[in-house]
Every structure is written in structure tokens, then in C-alpha cells.
């Protein structure tokens, strides 16, 4: 069986480079091309390894993707980037594969109506570690029976959204698990200084920290009468996310149009 084709876009970046030493570790993966704005012309095993892999970074994704011939794209860049980045990809009928945050649910729709029109598939993924998506999962089931929750998330400095795609995402199954349960609690509270109590998305208030040392973290507070449940992920190294980020790029192109969520290729949906 011919190894599946990757170009990795973003290649330059933390993620990036962490995708490519995956790929590099893992049977019937390819990596074939680097597209990045920085390190153009530079050779990408000498920037991830230090050492030539005989690939050279380039700035222009159409074209690395027409010279590889590419079966996936994965994209870790910036939400301004990243739709622009599907977009191309569907065009050439390459699959995606899409950590980067950011994109707006009417660009997802969007991307998935110009993906099913070119039988591509696409993954997108707020958060590839296996143990981030349980998070999920079990802060949807533990709504359905607290009153009150409220969302910390903490990644590093750089990160340019906030809050979290996961923390978003959180929000978003804790509204759904809660249903058959009602609303949240509501609230008759007065902030003395503007924000303190964090931004309210879907009824739950998420906190956003940005801290030197911090990869990505996540903790869900419920609490009720007499009782308080904590939900708490850590991904302490990038590492975390390759599982995940290799299952994708072996799915994709078993799929039309996108699929939103790790969680549905762990599922089987």
C-alpha cells in the first residue's frame, strides 16, 4: 500500500514541527512538503531535526501542492490563514486535516458545502489529544445534573484566540447536555472591575489565562448543592496531539464534506 502523501502547512511553527517528527515516526505517513511564511527556502529537516531532509520550506501552498501531489494537508497556522488554507486544499481535491482555531461556524459551513461539491473531506479539530475530547464528552454528560459551571482554560503567551476552540467547544456540549435539564442558573451579580468574571459564551463563563510554561490546559467547575465536580485535562507536551493529528490524517480521506471534532473519528460517526 502506497504511503499517504502530507503536506504540512504551518510547518515552521511549534505544532508544525511536531506533526513532521510524527510523520517521520510513523509507517505509511509521507511528508512531501512544508509551506510556511517563515523559513522559506531553508530545508525543513535542518529547522525541525537539524539535520537536511531534502524538502525545502516554501511560502506558496497551491503550488507545493501541485508539485506533491499531495493526499492530505495538515494545517497548524492562524485563524486569519486557515480558511483561505481549506479553501486551497479543496480545490486541488486534497484532503485537510485542521488544528488551527479560530474559524467561524459559518466558514466551516461554507468550507463543507465547497467540500462535499469536490468529494473532499475535511477534519477539523479544536483539540487532537485524546484525553481533551473525554473532557468533552464527560462536561456534556456532568450538565445534565449541576446547576452551575464555569470554564479556566490556559495555554501559552502566543496563542493568538481566546478563549480555547476547546474551551468553545466545552461551552457548547455543556449547553447541549443541559437540555432536558434547563438552563443554567441565573445570575444577579455586578462586576466592580469590567470582566472579572470572565466572558459568558452559551450561559458559561470561561476564564482565558496566558502563561509562559503552559501548553494547553482545561478545567471544568461544576458545582451544586453541597457538592463540587472538577473536569481537568493537561497536555504537558505538544506530543499529546499526534495521536490524534496521524488517526485524522489516515480517516480523511475516507470522508466528504467536514467533520467538526476528534471525537467523531473516535465514535465511528
Known sequence: MEAIRVVVSGACG???????KGIWREEG??????????????????????????????????AALTATKADVMVDFTHPLAVAGNVRTAIAHRTAAVVGTTGLKEAEREELHQLANARSVGVIIAPNFAVGAVL??????????????????????????????????????????????????????????????RGGDVLSTRIHSLRVPGSVAHHEVIFGGMGQTLTLKHDSISRESFIPGVMLAIRQVRQIRGVVFGLENLLTGK
Open 14 to 20: 511549534k505544532m508544525g514541527r511536531e506533526v513532521i
Open 135 to 196: 473532557l468533552i464528552q464527560f462536561a456534556g454528560q456532568a450538565a445534565r445534573f449541576f446547576p452551575a459551571v464555569e470554564v479556566i482554560e490556559r495555554h501559552h503567551p502566543t496563542k493568538v484566540d481566546a478563549p480555547s476552540g476547546t474551551a468553545l467547544q466545552i461551552a457548547e456540549r455543556i449547553q447541549e447536555g443541559r437540555g432536558a435539564a434547563g438552563a443554567a442558573e441565573a445570575r444577579n451579580e455586578k462586576e466592580s472591575i469590567l470582566n472579572v
Open 29 to 62: 505517513i509521507e511528508l512531501v512538503g512544508a509551506v510556511d511564511i517563515k523559513g522559506c527556502g531553508e530545508d525543513i529537516g535542518c529547522i525541525v531535526e537539524g539535520q537536511p531532509a531534502g524538502i525545502v520550506v516554501t511560502c506558496d501552498l497551491a
